[in-house]
T-cell receptor, first 116, second 113 residues
Framework: AQKITQTQPGMFVQEKEAVTLDCTYD???????LFWYKQPSSGEMIFLIY??????QNATEGRYSLNFQKARKSANLVISASQLGDSAMYFC?????????????FGGGTRVLVKP | DAGVTQSPTHLIKTRGQQVTLRCSPK?????VSWYQQALGQGPQFIFQ???????QRGNFPDRFSGHQFPNYSSELNVNALLLGDSALYLC????????????FGSGTRLTVV
C-alpha cells in the first residue's frame, strides 16, 4: 500500500528565513504526482505546488520550490522568505495514477508557525 | 470564477442521526471526491464520483454514501452517526484523471454529540 510520511509534526521559523518541510513516500508505482497543500485555520486546502514523477526538473512556484529526490523517494517543500501569513498546516499528498486511480493520499501534516 | 462550494459550513448532530453534506464543484470540473479530516490528522479519502457513479471508495463503512447529480454537484450522506464521525469533511473537484489538479472547498465541520 502507498504511504506518505511527514516526520515533522510542528516547527517554528523566523520571519524572512527559509524553511524546509519533509515528505517521504513509499510506492512501487512508477507513475505518480506529488502535491503540497497549505491549510490555514479556516480549513480550506490551498494548492501550492505540483511535481509529476516523470518531470525532469524540480517544480517552482513563487516562494515555493520542491526538492524532489526520486531515488530517495522524498519530496521536500522549501518556502523561502517566510511571511507571517505562512503560519498554517502543510500537507504533502500524492496521486498514484495506476494503482489507486486519481484519489489523493495525504501525509499527517506539519504545522508551521512563523515568528516575527 | 466560483471555486468549490460546500454547505453547510458547520453542523451539530446527535448520535444515531443522519446527515447530508453538499458540494458544488469548480466550474468546468466533472469529478468530485470527498475526504474526512479528523482533528490533527491528514484527510482520508472517502469516495469519488464521476458521471454520477461512485468510481473509487476508501476504507469507510456503508454508512457513508453519496450521490452525484447531472450538474456535477454531489452529496455525502452519513447514517447512524457515531461520535467518531466528528470531523472536517472536505470536497475536492477535478477533471477526470486529475489533469487540472484538485480544488478543495472550505469544508463542513461536523460535530456529533
Amino acid at each position: 500500500a502507498q504511504k506518505i510520511t511527514q516526520t515533522q509534526p510542528g516547527m517554528f521559523v523566523q520571519e524572512k528565513e527559509a524553511v524546509t518541510l519533509d515528505c517521504t513516500y513509499d510506492t512501487s508505482d512508477p507513475s505518480y504526482g506529488l502535491f503540497w497543500y497549505k491549510q490555514p485555520s479556516s480549513g480550506e486546502m490551498i494548492f501550492l505546488i505540483y511535481q509529476g514523477s516523470y518531470d525532469q526538473q524540480n517544480a517552482t512556484e513563487g516562494r515555493y520550490s520542491l526538492n524532489f529526490q526520486k531515488a530517495r523517494k522524498s519530496a521536500n517543500l522549501v518556502i523561502s522568505a517566510s511571511q507571517l501569513g505562512d503560519s498554517a498546516m502543510y500537507f504533502c499528498a500524492m496521486t498514484f495514477y495506476k494503482a489507486a486511480g486519481n484519489k489523493l493520499t495525504f501525509g499527517g501534516g506539519t504545522r508551521v508557525l512563523v515568528k516575527p | 470564477d466560483a471555486g468549490v462550494t460546500q454547505s453547510p459550513t458547520h453542523l451539530i448532530k446527535t448520535r444515531g442521526q443522519q446527515v447530508t453534506l453538499r458540494c458544488s464543484p469548480k466550474s468546468g470540473h466533472d469529478t468530485v471526491s470527498w475526504y474526512q479530516q479528523a482533528l490533527g490528522q491528514g484527510p482520508q479519502f472517502i469516495f469519488q464520483y464521476y458521471e454520477e457513479e461512485e468510481r473509487q471508495r476508501g476504507n469507510f463503512p456503508d454508512r457513508f454514501s453519496g450521490h452525484q447529480f447531472p450538474n456535477y454537484s454531489s452529496e455525502l450522506n452519513v447514517n447512524a452517526l457515531l461520535l467518531g464521525d466528528s470531523a472536517l469533511y472536505l470536497c475536492a473537484s477535478s477533471l477526470v484523471g486529475g489533469a487540472d489538479g484538485y480544488t478543495f472547498g472550505s469544508g463542513t465541520r461536523l460535530t456529533v454529540v
